[in-house]
């Protein structure tokens, strides 16, 4: 009873202090209701029954009640009725999580939040289970048997019922007769105020001047208006709205007559209220005005705890009635800079409603998340201000808004580093890692605290914690492993599955077994993205083996790789629940680490690595293990070196052979990291030296090849062969040169030797000629070899070895062969043809360098034909500097008809090149054999090679220090037809590209043929030259010869057409009269010049150096694109 009566007493003060504090009481009259709570597993009942009949006989029967909890003992068995009782309290208490329900499901429904997302941060609710429990006089209870995770669970159905009890009777004793006795007081002076209007008015005036109103301009409690306010917060709180507001809005009206703008702006909102409160029963709509009148009257007289009140509730108002723009803008309103909890709380809620819109805003959703985390974060709220910035960021995820995804990064990265959930940032920092507009400065920044965090964790973990470093990235499926690579030079590469080497690879097996297997299995040396991968790749006993990885540097500074290595598992052959890796049994593969690897901002590189395996097994690649650092631009470390990881990762080919897998995103297996270690083969290693990379157009180099066997075990059955057969021939293997069905030249290379034995070499002689055409083209070989002894028991039959190089070709003499019936008065070359060769030095002017050319020899190869100087005496040595023209002629005489080819020689220079004729001769064998072969796409064969033209050229050039490099070449001219008259035909093309245009001297066009109609669209005017192309005369005798030359023209134009007629003279030819001449010619009319040349020594001069125009500039053809030679003899 002593505990009543000072809880009364105490009670009784607070109301009666001055100034009021809180709690603040709603009347003076209150109701008082005596509670006595009987613990029965503390207290005992007779105490508590004597406790509560004095409590009744001082305060009254129905102002007391005693009500008994807890009636199961914790020493005895619950019954069965009790395990279904339900929790007294779940109805009232909300889930435990810190967002609202109906907003974490439209969240959901939005697709922002992740089904499997766990909010970690939530808010303890007082009646929920806590860890630790105390008595009421503060000391620990004594353990219980039963659980504390469910509330209520020591309640009985008695309590229950008690409770139940408890409650009825405090409302229908205490509670409504007490409200019931306020309102009727109220009501009266309520209804004597409206009755009494002005009266009651002037009454209510006098009393605020004298008592009810201070200066400060409020009211006392006992006034007039605050009794009114009672009067309708007492109708809202019993749900009789409509009475309540017309109790406020009595109320708005008399405050706003006495100027007393907080009370008026208190009454409009509740007025505001109770007209929502009714629903759809209200008899007018709700005002909307009233609480965005109240809140800007807070907001004008600075009471920011009512404005929040006002803002809150009209929110809610607005809410449900699905309002949610202007709802937000409220919200935002009353956001500040003097408040941050109270922003940011404001502000996520603003987010919440443009998320609750039809349809949902997202982006500004997203934005006042990041806003509200900001705010939340400078109140020092951490759990919330996470939860914020990690809702944010699924929206603004994969949007390529980085700078946005960046601020939301290092804010979660650095807030779960702050709540000690450091898996949680390490993750959200390694997204920073990618490649960005950010500044290099900044990016150093989210390295430096992404090591650190990797570092933390990684010490936090322990060592069976593996996780992938974020940087640097390895590319997409970009891992290759090579079984078989060699020293190779720098312009070689090795090519993976490709149809070529497939090719090549079938002409050598067809060579060397004289058939193909049933079931061919290609030989598989490198092992990419590019391939099924279906099997292991299988590696030989103590050969290294090339793994290559590509790695991608995304961030805009220098990183540094160091002690870059490769992890790997190994298991030995016939155990298979055994394995070791590379920490535990490091000796069973051999490897090297790479001591530094510095990768440049933004860039991608390939890292090789070298294993050689010690043991028979399965070799499987995990990862690949460096120290990693970050340089400045001034390439000093900023960093110490951090250890990390990169795991190796591949997969095949997408599988789409089902309707599954059409549907669906799946993959095939991939092998290529599961390497098959077999027994010792052999090895052959093919060293090119003096490799070229560019060569001009026909240019002829050596090459010395050496081949030795580095394997163990003795290969036999060496063969060669190569994608471009007419570029390449062998030293002393010519004559065992041919052509497979594959069109792949196959050389058996070990005809001097039966077996290469382990340590021993074989040198040979590469001879490569390059195109004729200026290109880069890829020249590959393939070796092929098998093994000497069948007894090993490998699977392997046999080995290749496949190098690649590119060449580039540039220009640097072109020449062009025309040839012409002639008659011959001597009888040593009676029907002879001449052969005119136009060779042009086309190379580059260079202040660099000068280039001369010298033509050495001329050579034909025809089993019919052979080549013949035109002269007894020896010819002078020719050479053609850069931009000259040299013109030589030599006769084509015909042999007897013999099957034999044999090749025939005209010296032109004293200069001689250093390359046998079977070199020679092998070049010029290829024409005849493509002419053989029909062109891509057609299944007529061409026209067959009559004749093979070469010329043999010596090239000089000196750089500007004096220093002369010489080098050879040869030009191959075929011949298609020839025949004593020799007709304008388009001849086809020789298989191979050939930049050396071929051509036959056409019979000299009539009068006649020249007045044939043409149909030529671009065409105005045609011309053609009518001579004598042959002479012979003594110069010794007439200084100067003039010949007759008639020059015709043909007129396609419907309008008369201007011609102009320029010479131009060249060395030991001028024309004579006018140097520019000009006609007109009618429409479709034919007209002649009568012309003459001046000869002033022998040899053969082209008459084209005329210069035939019209004035416009139109086209003018000439029918016959060939020099039109005149021949001057000594006769």
Same mark, same amino acid.
């Given at each position: 009873?002593?505990?009543?009566?000072?809880?009364?007493?105490?009670?009784?003060?607070?109301?009666?202090?001055?100034?009021?504090?809180?709690?603040?009481?709603?009347?003076?009259?209150?109701?008082?209701?005596?509670?006595?709570?009987?613990?029965?597993?503390?207290?005992?009942?007779?105490?508590?029954?004597?406790?509560?009949?004095?409590?009744?006989?001082?305060?009254?029967?129905?102002?007391?009640?005693?009500?008994?909890?807890?009636?199961?003992?914790?020493?005895?068995?619950?019954?069965?009725?009790?395990?279904?009782?339900?929790?007294?309290?779940?109805?009232?208490?909300?889930?435990?999580?810190?967002?609202?329900?109906?907003?974490?499901?439209?969240?959901?429904?939005?697709?922002?939040?992740?089904?499997?997302?766990?909010?970690?941060?939530?808010?303890?609710?007082?009646?929920?289970?806590?860890?630790?429990?105390?008595?009421?006089?503060?000391?620990?209870?004594?353990?219980?048997?039963?659980?504390?995770?469910?509330?209520?669970?020591?309640?009985?159905?008695?309590?229950?019922?008690?409770?139940?009890?408890?409650? @009825?009777? #405090?409302?229908? %004793?205490? !509670?409504?007769?007490?409200? +019931?006795? /306020?309102?009727?007081?109220?009501?009266? &002076?309520?209804?004597?105020?409206?009755?009494?209007?002005?009266?009651?008015?002037?009454?209510?005036?006098?009393?605020?001047?004298?008592?009810?109103?201070?200066?400060?301009?409020?009211?006392?409690?006992?006034?007039?208006?605050?009794?009114?306010?009672?009067?309708?917060?007492?109708?809202?709180?019993?749900?009789?709205?409509?009475?309540?507001?017309?109790?406020?809005?009595?109320?708005?009206?008399?405050?706003?007559?006495?100027?007393?703008?907080?009370?008026?702006?208190?009454?409009?909102?509740?007025?505001?209220?109770?007209?929502?409160?009714?629903?759809?029963?209200?008899?007018?709509?709700?005002?909307?005005?009233?609480?965005?009148?109240?809140?800007?009257?807070?907001?004008?007289?600075?009471? @920011?705890? #009512?404005?929040? %009140?006002? !803002?809150?509730?009209?929110? +809610?108002? /607005?809410?449900?009635?699905?309002?949610? &723009?202007?709802?937000?803008?409220?919200?935002?309103?009353?956001?500040?800079?003097?408040?941050?909890?109270?922003?940011?709380?404001?502000?996520?809620?603003?987010?919440?409603?443009?998320?609750?819109?039809?349809?949902?805003?997202?982006?500004?959703?997203?934005?006042?998340?990041?806003?509200?985390?900001?705010?939340?974060?400078?109140?020092?709220?951490?759990?919330?201000?996470?939860?914020?910035?990690?809702?944010?960021?699924?929206?603004?995820?994969?949007?390529?808004?980085?700078?946005?995804?960046?601020?939301?990064?290092?804010?979660?990265?650095?807030?779960?580093?702050?709540?000690?959930?450091?898996?949680?940032?390490?993750?959200?920092?390694?997204?920073?890692?990618?490649?960005?507009?950010?500044?290099?400065?900044?990016?150093?920044?989210?390295?430096?605290?992404?090591?650190?965090?990797?570092?933390?964790?990684?010490?936090?973990?322990?060592?069976?914690?593996?996780?992938?470093?974020?940087?640097?990235?390895?590319?997409?499926?970009?891992?290759?492993?090579?079984?078989?690579?060699?020293?190779?030079?720098?312009?070689?590469?090795?090519?993976?599955?490709?149809?070529?080497?497939?090719?090549?690879?079938?002409?050598?097996?067809?060579?060397?077994?004289?058939?193909?297997?049933?079931?061919?299995?290609?030989?598989?040396?490198?092992?990419?993205?590019?391939?099924?991968?279906?099997?292991?790749?299988?590696?030989?006993?103590?050969?290294?083996?090339?793994?290559?990885?590509?790695?991608?540097?995304?961030?805009?500074?220098?990183?540094?790789?160091?002690?870059?290595?490769?992890?790997?598992?190994?298991?030995?052959?016939?155990?298979?629940?055994?394995?070791?890796?590379?920490?535990?049994?490091?000796?069973?593969?051999?490897?090297?680490?790479?001591?530094?690897?510095?990768?440049?901002?933004?860039?991608?590189?390939?890292?090789?690595?070298?294993?050689?395996?010690?043991?028979?097994?399965?070799?499987?690649?995990?990862?690949?293990?460096?120290?990693?650092?970050?340089?400045?631009?001034?390439?000093?470390?900023?960093?110490?070196?951090?250890?990390?990881?990169?795991?190796?990762?591949?997969?095949?080919?997408?599988?789409?052979?089902?309707?599954?897998?059409?549907?669906?995103?799946?993959?095939?297996?991939?092998?290529?990291?599961?390497?098959?270690?077999?027994?010792?083969?052999?090895?052959?290693?093919?060293?090119?030296?003096?490799?070229?990379?560019?060569?001009?157009?026909?240019?002829?180099?050596?090459?010395?090849?050496?081949?030795?066997?580095?394997?163990?075990?003795?290969?036999?059955?060496?063969?060669?062969?190569?994608?471009?057969?007419?570029?390449?021939?062998?030293?002393?293997?010519?004559?065992?040169?041919?052509?497979?069905?594959?069109?792949?030249?196959?050389?058996?290379?070990?005809?001097?030797?039966?077996?290469?034995?382990?340590?021993?070499?074989?040198?040979?002689?590469?001879?490569?000629?390059?195109?004729?055409?200026?290109?880069?083209?890829?020249?590959?070989?393939?070796?092929?070899?098998?093994?000497?002894?069948?007894?090993?028991?490998?699977?392997?039959?046999?080995?290749?070895?496949?190098?690649?190089?590119?060449?580039?070709?540039?220009?640097?003499?072109?020449?062009?062969?025309?040839?012409?019936?002639?008659?011959?008065?001597?009888?040593?070359?009676?029907?002879?043809?001449?052969?005119?060769?136009?060779?042009?030095?086309?190379?580059?002017?260079?202040?660099?360098?000068?280039?001369?050319?010298?033509?050495?020899?001329?050579?034909?190869?025809?089993?019919?034909?052979?080549?013949?100087?035109?002269?007894?005496?020896?010819?002078?040595?020719?050479?053609?500097?850069?931009?000259?023209?040299?013109?030589?002629?030599?006769?084509?005489?015909?042999?007897?008809?013999?099957?034999?080819?044999?090749?025939?020689?005209?010296?032109?220079?004293?200069?001689?090149?250093?390359?046998?004729?079977?070199?020679?001769?092998?070049?010029?064998?290829?024409?005849?054999?493509?002419?053989?072969?029909?062109?891509?796409?057609?299944?007529?064969?061409?026209?067959?090679?009559?004749?093979?033209?070469?010329?043999?050229?010596?090239?000089?050039?000196?750089?500007?220090?004096?220093?002369?490099?010489?080098?050879?070449?040869?030009?191959?001219?075929?011949?298609?037809?020839?025949?004593?008259?020799?007709?304008?035909?388009?001849?086809?093309?020789?298989?191979?590209?050939?930049?050396?245009?071929?051509?036959?001297?056409?019979?000299?066009?009539?009068?006649?043929?020249?007045?044939?109609?043409?149909?030529?669209?671009?065409?105005?005017?045609?011309?053609?030259?009518?001579?004598?192309?042959?002479?012979?005369?003594?110069?010794?005798?007439?200084?100067?010869?003039?010949?007759?030359?008639?020059?015709?023209?043909?007129?396609?134009?419907?309008?008369?057409?201007?011609?102009?007629?320029?010479?131009?003279?060249?060395?030991?030819?001028?024309?004579?009269?006018?140097?520019?001449?000009?006609?007109?010619?009618?429409?479709?009319?034919?007209?002649?010049?009568?012309?003459?040349?001046?000869?002033?020594?022998?040899?053969?001069?082209?008459?084209?150096?005329?210069?035939?125009?019209?004035?416009?500039?139109?086209?003018?053809?000439?029918?016959?694109?060939?020099?039109?030679?005149?021949?001057?003899?000594?006769?």
């Amino acid at each position: 009873m002593s505990q009543f009566a000072q809880l009364t007493i105490t009670q009784h003060q607070q109301q009666q202090q001055t100034p009021a504090k809180l709690p603040k009481w709603f009347a003076a009259d209150l109701c008082r209701y005596y509670v006595l709570l009987h613990d029965c597993t503390e207290g005992e009942d007779p105490k508590a029954e004597a406790v509560y009949q004095s409590m009744k006989s001082k305060y009254g029967v129905h102002s007391c009640h005693l009500l008994r909890i807890n009636s199961v003992l914790p020493n005895t068995e619950e019954t069965p009725s009790n395990e279904t009782l339900p929790d007294p309290w779940s109805n009232f208490i909300r889930p435990r999580s810190s967002m609202p329900s109906k907003e974490h499901q439209e969240m959901k429904t939005n697709g922002i939040l992740d089904s499997k997302q766990v909010n970690s941060d939530t808010v303890d609710h007082p009646l929920g289970p806590s860890t630790t429990e105390k008595s009421y006089s503060g000391v620990p209870r004594r353990p219980r048997t039963r659980s504390v995770s469910e509330r209520g669970c020591w309640l009985s159905s008695h309590d229950h019922d008690r409770l139940k009890t408890f409650v @009825q009777e #405090f409302v229908v %004793r205490a !509670v409504i007769p007490w409200a +019931e006795r /306020l309102i009727k007081a109220y009501n009266e &002076l309520y209804q004597s105020k409206k009755r009494a209007g002005s009266l009651i008015k002037s009454l209510f005036n006098r009393g605020k001047q004298t008592e009810s109103k201070p200066v400060s301009g409020g009211y006392l409690p006992e006034s007039p208006e605050m009794q009114l306010r009672r009067l309708g917060d007492l109708c809202f709180m019993f749900q009789l709205y409509e009475q309540a507001y017309s109790v406020y809005h009595t109320l708005k009206k008399d405050f706003e007559g006495d100027k007393t703008w907080l009370y008026c702006a208190g009454a409009q909102e509740m007025a505001g209220l109770s007209i929502f409160m009714q629903g759809a029963a209200a008899q007018r709509n709700y005002p909307t005005h009233y609480l965005d009148g109240a809140i800007d009257v807070y907001q004008t007289c600075r009471s @920011q705890s #009512f404005m929040t %009140r006002s !803002v809150l509730l009209s929110t +809610e108002v /607005l809410k449900v009635k699905g309002l949610w &723009l202007q709802a937000a803008s409220q919200f935002l309103k009353l956001t500040g800079e003097e408040f941050d909890l109270r922003s940011a709380v404001l502000l996520e809620q603003a987010a919440y409603c443009y998320l609750n819109m039809s349809p949902p805003q997202i982006r500004k959703f997203a934005f006042y998340m990041v806003l509200a985390g900001h705010r939340y974060s400078k109140s020092s709220q951490r759990k919330h201000s996470l939860r914020c910035y990690t809702v944010s960021s699924q929206v603004y995820e994969g949007r390529d808004w980085t700078l946005a995804e960046n601020h939301i990064g290092v804010s979660v990265s650095r807030l779960s580093s702050q709540l000690s959930l450091s898996l949680q940032a390490l993750s959200h920092a390694s997204k920073l890692l990618t490649e960005s507009s950010e500044q290099p400065h900044q990016q150093c920044v989210f390295l430096k605290e992404y090591l650190q965090l990797y570092q933390k964790v990684k010490a936090d973990e322990g060592e069976k914690w593996r996780s992938e470093m974020a940087v640097p990235q390895m590319v997409d499926n970009e891992v290759m492993v090579t079984t078989e690579q060699f020293e190779m030079p720098t312009n070689s590469t090795v090519y993976s599955d490709d149809v070529r080497w497939t090719q090549l690879e079938e002409a050598c097996v067809l060579k060397s077994q004289g058939s193909l297997p049933l079931v061919f299995i290609k030989s598989t040396p490198s092992y990419n993205k590019y391939m099924t991968n279906t099997h292991c790749p299988r590696a030989v006993l103590g050969e290294t083996q090339f793994v290559r990885v590509m790695v991608y540097n995304p961030l805009g500074v220098v990183l540094q790789l160091t002690q870059v290595g490769i992890s790997w598992r190994f298991q030995p052959s016939g155990e298979e629940n055994f394995s070791f890796d590379s920490k535990n049994n490091p000796d069973v593969v051999e490897q090297t680490n790479i001591p530094v690897i510095d990768l440049l901002p933004l860039s991608r590189q390939w890292i090789l690595f070298r294993l050689v395996p010690k043991a028979l097994g399965i070799l499987n690649l995990l990862s690949i293990n460096y120290h990693v650092a970050y340089k400045d631009v001034s390439s000093e470390l900023l960093s110490s070196p951090v250890q990390g990881e990169l795991l190796l990762t591949v997969r095949g080919p997408r599988l789409n052979s089902s309707v599954k897998d059409k549907t669906s995103v799946s993959y095939a297996d991939d092998q290529r990291l599961y390497i098959n270690i077999q027994s010792e083969l052999p090895k052959l290693q093919v060293i090119f030296q003096s490799l070229p990379d560019n060569m001009l157009c026909g240019e002829i180099v050596r090459v010395p090849v050496k081949l030795t066997n580095v394997g163990s075990v003795a290969l036999r059955r060496l063969h060669v062969t190569c994608n471009e057969p007419q570029m390449v021939t062998f030293s002393d293997y010519t004559d065992v040169q041919d052509y497979s069905p594959f069109s792949r030249k196959v050389i058996e290379l070990d005809t001097r030797v039966a077996t290469l034995s382990p340590a021993d070499s074989l040198d040979v002689e590469l001879w490569i000629r390059a195109e004729d055409t200026p290109m880069s083209k890829p020249l590959n070989f393939l070796f092929y070899y098998e093994l000497a002894d069948d007894s090993t028991g490998t699977k392997i039959r046999h080995r290749c070895s496949r190098y690649s190089f590119v060449i580039t070709t540039t220009s640097g003499l072109t020449t062009q062969c025309n040839t012409h019936i002639r008659a011959v008065k001597d009888a040593t070359h009676l029907g002879s043809y001449l052969s005119s060769i136009l060779v042009h030095n086309c190379s580059k002017q260079s202040h660099e360098a000068a280039t001369e050319f010298a033509v050495t020899d001329i050579l034909c190869k025809s089993s019919g034909w052979r080549v013949t100087s035109l002269c007894s005496e020896s010819p002078p040595n020719v050479r053609v500097n850069q931009s000259e023209v040299a013109l030589l002629n030599v006769y084509l005489t015909q042999l007897h008809k013999d099957k034999t080819q044999c090749l025939s020689r005209v010296h032109l220079n004293s200069e001689q090149v250093a390359m046998g004729d079977e070199i020679v001769d092998s070049f010029l064998s290829v024409p005849f054999v493509q002419s053989e072969q029909p062109p891509a796409g057609e299944g007529d064969q061409s026209d067959p090679c009559v004749a093979v033209v070469g010329v043999v050229w010596k090239r000089f050039r000196m750089d500007v220090n004096g220093i002369t490099t010489q080098s050879a070449g040869l030009h191959c001219l075929p011949i298609l037809t020839m025949s004593e008259e020799v007709e304008t035909r388009a001849g086809r093309s020789p298989s191979f590209n050939n930049q050396f245009t071929v051509l036959e001297i056409p019979r000299r066009p009539t009068y006649t043929e020249l007045a044939a109609p043409r149909q030529h669209a671009d065409c105005r005017v045609e011309y053609q030259l009518l001579y004598e192309s042959h002479f012979m005369v003594d110069l010794s005798k007439h200084r100067v010869c003039v010949f007759p030359v008639t020059l015709v023209l043909k007129s396609y134009s419907n309008v008369d057409v201007e011609v102009c007629i320029q010479h131009q003279n060249v060395d030991g030819l001028m024309w004579s009269g006018k140097t520019c001449s000009k006609v007109r010619i009618s429409p479709y009319q034919e007209t002649s010049l009568h012309m003459a040349v001046t000869i002033l020594r022998y040899g053969v001069y082209d008459l084209n150096s005329l210069a035939v125009t019209t004035l416009d500039n139109t086209f003018v053809r000439h029918p016959a694109s060939v020099p039109h030679l005149l021949i001057v003899e000594k006769g």
